[in-house]
């Protein structure tokens, strides 16, 4: 799930390998310095399709732990689940389906507040273990660089 572009940056793509649509997560940084904001870029690809948008977190605003949180439930629970970044520029709904899958719906939005465009994606995953190791590669993604203002590894 997590390899590295040619910056040395970590990047993490969601979704199977030659499945309609896919996600990468890639660029993280603090743009200033030591506050606790983290922005990343996440980028939305299929035959058809390439939809971005810059992400704002304060450090990452407990998406990992939402995830983790899926993953200790992995027996299931009733209706959605949802996440929202900082500024709402990416949000997530968790649905547990039969069979043992979760369904995330991931939502990519430019200026939430006027809905200029927004666009969203399902990847599906099973219970437990993919949840879990999902759940491990954001939190590598969103922690696994110097805590300095270049963001690099």
Not at 101 to 119: C, E, I, N, Q
Request: proline residues 4%; hydrophobic residues 35%.
């Amino acid at each position: 799930m997590i390899d590295y572009a040619d910056s040395g940056r970590p990047q993490m793509h969601v979704g199977e390998p030659g499945a309609a649509v896919r996600l990468l997560f890639s660029r993280p940084e603090r743009p200033y310095g030591d506050d606790p904001t983290l922005d990343f870029l996440v980028r939305a690809r299929g035959e058809h399709l390439s939809v971005e948008t810059l992400v704002r977190t304060w450090d990452g605003d407990g998406l990992d732990g939402f995830l983790a949180s899926l993953a200790e439930d992995f027996r299931g629970w009733e209706g959605a689940r949802t996440w929202r970044s900082l500024e709402h520029d990416l949000s997530l709904s968790a649905e547990h389906r039969s069979g043992g899958h979760v369904h995330l719906t991931w939502g990519l939005h430019d200026r939430p507040v006027s809905d200029a465009w927004r666009f969203e994606a399902t990847t599906v995953h099973a219970a437990g273990e993919d949840m879990r190791a999902l759940a491990d590669a954001l939190g590598t993604f969103l922690t696994g660089y110097s805590q300095g203002t270049s963001g690099a590894l």
